[in-house]
């Protein structure tokens, strides 16, 4: 088994049928809404852990911390716009846009599922990866670490 990691900063990656310019429209207005909610219950920090191998994935733990150590995330509702991949027969797979009221929470948990597809797509898939998205409110920063696992079959005739 081997494994590969690497650390990016949040970026407007693509999906089908969002263009780039809309897509970092987005990510930045989903970073910012998620951002302002956390300020208002003083936290510093967020770090978001996932995981996944054959064919499903997850976020793992959400993990907030404010100046004093570790605390809940504010119970306040997010409004922002969000995508989603639907299908139909006059246009096949597309990506459609809206506006969505989700808790901060599961928020959270949408972006950081939306960043890490953008990504690593397929993360999710045969052997899977992990990794944790970081959440830095104090510097308006959102770091994602990476680990892909991976595996090669090797024969050897003698």
């Known amino acids: 088994m081997q494994t590969s990691t690497n650390s990016n900063e949040a970026p407007s990656a693509s999906a089908a049928g969002v263009s780039g310019e809309s897509q970092s429209a987005i990510v ?22 996932y995981e996944g ?3 499903s994935g997850q976020v793992e733990e959400i ?24 299908w139909s027969r006059e246009r096949g797979e597309h990506a459609e846009e809206g506006v969505v009221d989700s808790p901060l929470s599961e928020f959270i948990e949408y972006f950081v599922n939306m960043l890490v597809r953008q990504l690593h797509p397929g993360w999710e ?8 998205v970081t959440f830095d409110v104090v510097d308006n920063k959102v770091t994602v670490e990476h680990t892909t696992i991976s595996s090669n079959d090797e024969t050897t005739h003698c």
């Not at 951002?35 to 978001?48: D, E, F």
């Not at 898939?125 to 944790?132: D, P, R």
Request: glycine letters at 8%; charged letters at 20%.
């Open 28 to 49: 930045q207005s989903a970073k910012q809404a998620i951002m302002a909610a956390l300020k208002t219950g003083a936290v510093t920090v967020v770090r978001v852990r």
């Open 53 to 55: 191998s054959g064919d």
């Open 63 to 86: 993990d907030a911390r404010d100046e004093h150590g570790e605390v809940a995330i504010p119970e306040i509702t997010v409004s922002c716009v969000q995508w989603h991949t639907v």
């Open 125 to 132: 898939i045969n052997e899977g990866s992990f990794g944790a």
